[in-house]
């Protein structure tokens, strides 16, 4: 008889724990909610949702658009690039104004080794373009299987690369984020800083078929900020990765972060270009030529003007 | 004697003929149809609350006595809903009915020189992929088998189907692929949000379609207007996430990660412990979306249901 009173109290404990947590963790989340809201008005200068009604979107009236886009759910992610963008990388955005209203490519140059450097271009088209804008990019197939990921990418606004989802969001005046260079971008090796790589073509014919203006986008700072000295393609072939990047600076205490280089992002003016978007290739690559010349161009001009890597 | 509905006379003269017309959705197309001509059903499954007007012949399509069906009354259009979707019928079954009776359904049609031919297909006929676009458009492969065998009868008819195109251009073939069907009907994704808790992935939440079965009916009484033929995606109201529709549910959530779904299902599946084949898991975690742009402008269709009377149509019926 004895043994059974404690374990009664210790059940009723068990149970109104059990009744009072959902509550506690609702509060939980509920004051988390906040400090993501607070954090947000703070670093944007506004509330969230005042910066959200001016951005052209096309929400369905679950809030959340066609591709998945649900900027609500997405708030703790916005203000983690947000303070990245302000504090941790401290970018210098230049020529913002050129990017025109409604449907636009952004081309920029890409590296870093993971693709904070399209992050930034979102972060800079959201604060500190007037009207703010929403950037669109597209991610690797190989991403959207993977868990978490894909569904991150999906709510932020990310879309899968296949041409048929460009085309669609051009036609829907959605500013689309390409970088032509891909996997051979981003997996850049130290010594090739700053070298472009060899561009695609399909963003050309894209803009060419939907009559998209294309705005070039050098960034600055993204080539630094991990140092890789190798790429392993047969062993990133062999795990199904993009790349396989050798990083010496994760051994180092902290070294998973990035190094906080300063970034620099140079929008350049919108190039217009018409024909047809079948053309033969030749003549679709001397487009493509001039694009990338002329984000090789102002990358010379943005490396001539900095100081100094870190600030 | 032909009975000839008052409201546009000589255009309704003729029978519509159901095939598989005891499922709940043919019951429901039956009903609605019944109204404005005549219907013939076609199952091997008793029709027992049937409207009198109705007139039903429980054969197997496969057998000679669908020509009978075909001589006695004068067909003016085929519905074709008897695929045969059950999950744990054999192979062997599967594909026998599907294919052989659905050619010999064709050949019915080519003899009788029905004028209009109208075949239920689906959006899963292209398959839940990581490649694929956020809206498949109907020229896009149909690779729904690729990685899930049992879909693979579906395609065929609905090559089959699109082959009669040009084999007999003047019937009238339309072939349509409705996204997940909800509704009081026993398919895969209704039985699927019927459960609770509902199962997701762990880290997935794709955006999907779903349509409620009265909106497929639609599509279909739509289908069966003279001057319309091809393909069509038919979808429902706006997409949303999986986790929106089951909270519409107001059910719990329980997410898991995927290899231990899969291993369960397969598992379950093995000792038919569940009717879901655990290749459809990837329903729930990769996108497959039709863009219905062509449905909404050739055919005229557009949702009627909501996204909440779409969804709550699962519980409809249950007791």
């Known amino acids: ?311 | 004697m032909t009975p000839v509905s008052a409201s546009d006379g000589a255009a309704r003269a003729g029978a519509v003929l159901i095939t598989g017309i005891c499922g709940r959705l043919g019951k429901q197309l039956a009903r609605a149809l019944h109204r404005q001509g005549p219907v013939v059903g076609v199952d091997r499954r008793p029709f027992p609350d049937k409207p009198k007007d109705i007139l039903h012949s429980q054969v197997d399509i496969r057998r000679k006595k669908l020509k009978d069906v075909f001589r006695a009354s004068d067909v003016r259009a085929v519905v074709h809903l008897g695929v045969l979707h059950d999950p744990r019928a054999s192979a062997a079954d599967h594909h026998s009915w599907n294919v052989a009776g659905f050619a010999k359904l064709l050949e019915y049609v080519t003899q009788f020189r029905v004028p209009k031919l109208v075949l239920l297909s689906s959006a899963n006929v292209y398959g839940p992929q990581p490649s694929n676009p956020q809206f498949l458009t109907e020229d896009a492969p149909l690779l729904g088998g690729q990685n899930f065998s049992d879909i693979r009868d579906l395609i065929e008819l609905d090559m089959l189907a699109q082959s009669f195109f040009w084999k007999l251009p003047e019937t009238e073939t339309v072939i349509l692929r409705p996204v997940h069907i909800l509704g009081t009907v026993h398919n895969a994704p209704s039985n699927f949000l019927r459960k609770d808790p509902i199962v997701s992935i762990l880290g997935f939440d794709p955006m999907m379609q779903v349509m409620h079965q009265a909106d497929v009916v639609r599509a279909i009484e739509l289908a069966l207007r003279p001057g319309v033929r091809g393909v069509f995606n038919v979808a429902g109201p706006e997409p949303a996430s999986l986790s929106q529709i089951i909270k519409i549910l107001g059910r719990q959530k329980i997410s898991i990660p995927y290899g231990v779904t899969r291993a369960v299902v397969s598992r379950m599946w093995s000792w038919r412990l569940t009717s879901f084949p655990p290749p459809e898991i990837d329903h729930i975690r990769y996108v497959c979306m039709v863009d219905d742009r062509r449905a909404r402008q050739t055919l005229g269709f557009a949702a009627r249901m909501s996204l909440e009377q779409t969804v709550l149509a699962v519980d409809e019926g249950r007791w």
């Open chain 1, 1 to 311: 008889m004895r043994g059974v009173a404690p374990s009664l109290t210790a059940l009723t404990r068990i149970s109104a724990f059990a009744r009072a947590a959902p509550a506690f963790f609702r509060g939980l989340s509920g004051a988390a909610e906040d400090a993501v809201e607070a954090g947000l008005r703070r670093v944007l200068g506004e509330s969230f949702a005042d910066k959200m009604s001016r951005v052209p979107l096309t929400l369905g009236p679950t809030g959340i658009d066609a591709f998945g886009l649900d900027p609500h759910w997405a708030r703790p992610a916005f203000l983690a690039v947000a303070l990245l963008h302000r504090k941790y990388f401290r970018t210098e955005v230049h020529g913002i104004e050129n990017v025109p209203h409604g449907r636009v490519l952004l081309v920029a140059n890409h590296a870093g080794q993971i693709p904070l450097d399209g992050a930034l271009i979102a972060a800079a088209m959201f604060m500190d373009a007037e009207p703010p804008r929403l950037v669109r990019a597209m991610v690797e197939k190989w991403a959207v299987g993977l868990p978490f990921v894909s569904m991150l990418f999906a709510r932020v606004g990310q879309v899968v690369g296949v041409p048929e989802n460009a085309t669609r969001l051009l036609l829907q005046e959605e500013a689309l984020l390409v970088f032509p260079e891909g996997v051979r971008g981003v997996a850049k090796t130290f010594e090739h800083r700053y070298e472009l790589a060899d561009f695609g073509s399909g963003f050309m014919r894209l803009a060419v078929e939907t009559r998209s203006p294309i705005v070039p986008v050098a960034v600055v700072g993204a080539e630094e900020q991990y140092i890789s000295v190798a790429n392993f393609e047969g062993l990133a072939k062999l795990l199904g990765m993009p790349a396989f990047p050798i990083v010496p600076q994760i051994l180092l205490p902290g070294g998973l972060f990035p190094l906080p280089t300063r970034y620099r992002l140079w929008f350049g003016e919108p190039m217009r270009f018409s024909g047809d978007p079948d053309e033969d290739d030749a003549v679709v690559e001397e487009k493509v030529w001039l694009v990338r010349q002329t984000v090789q161009a102002m990358l010379a001009t943005a490396l001539e003007q900095r100081k100094h890597v870190f600030w």
